[in-house]
């Protein structure tokens, strides 16, 4: 399931960047418990809000889904 991924994608990248899920939050103009359920997978995110959150971690929408695999 592709929110399964993202949200362990974002949670890995923002573990890497030393980030708390409220940091992250903070940077990105959003909601510490919509982080929290993204990375949780139980989000449908948009893309918009996709686009917020990795220019908060300092990477790329490719870069987001460079180990992504469709099944």
């Known amino acids: 399931m592709i929110e399964k991924y993202v ?3 974002i949670r ?3 573990k890497n ?3 708390t899920q409220e940091e992250l939050a ?5 909601d510490r418990t919509y982080i929290a359920s993204v990375e949780a997978g139980h ?11 990795t220019q908060s971690l300092g990477c ?4 987001l889904f460079e180990d992504y695999e469709v099944k």
């Open 12 to 14: 890995e990248l923002r």
């Open 43 to 53: 989000r449908n995110i948009s893309i918009k809000n996709l686009d917020k959150i």
């Open 17 to 19: 960047a030393s980030l």
């Open 7 to 9: 949200g362990e994608k």
């Open 60 to 63: 790329t929408l490719s870069e």
């Open 26 to 30: 903070f940077k990105s103009g959003l």
